[in-house]
């Protein structure tokens, strides 16, 4: 059963950045659509960020409205590792950011978290004002 654990969250302040990382303990890990979500208390786990496999080149990525251009999703499959670079943080960023692995074959339903069969622990980012 593959691992997924995440690190990198901490508290800053609005304007600055992070980097989470997400490091898988098995190397099938390459196979895999990678995504990232977060959960704020009281609401719903949210689609951040996905990132397809790498066949040949540079991989395909997803993000959602809400981050685009702001985050940038990447993954290392030698590191077995997936990371999401957090930049112009605000304050309704604040949440548990989460990585996943896919369970599911290519990019339909990428944002429904139905769709990944392993998570990590998750992480806490708080962005103050």
């Known amino acids: 059963q593959v691992q997924l654990v995440e690190s990198g969250g901490g508290l800053v302040q609005a304007g600055g950045s992070l980097r989470l990382s997400c490091a898988a303990s098995?190397?099938?890990?390459?196979?895999?659509?990678m995504g990232w979500f977060r959960q704020a208390p009281g609401k719903e786990r949210e689609f951040v960020a996905a990132?397809?496999?790498?066949?040949?080149?540079?991989?395909?990525?997803y993000y959602a409205d809400s981050v685009k251009g702001r985050f940038t999703i990447s993954r290392d499959n030698i590191k077995n590792t997936v990371y999401l670079q957090m930049n112009s943080l605000a304050p309704e960023d604040t949440a548990t950011y989460s990585c996943?692995?896919?369970?599911?074959?290519?990019?339909?339903?990428?944002?429904?978290?139905?769709?990944?069969?392993?998570w990590g622990q998750g992480t806490q980012v708080t962005v103050s004002s």
């Open positions: 990132i397809a496999p790498i066949p040949r080149g540079s991989a395909t990525t």
């Open positions: 996943a692995r896919k369970g599911t074959l290519g990019a339909r339903g990428i944002a429904s978290p139905n769709e990944y069969d392993t």
């Open positions: 098995e190397r099938t890990f390459s196979n895999y659509v």
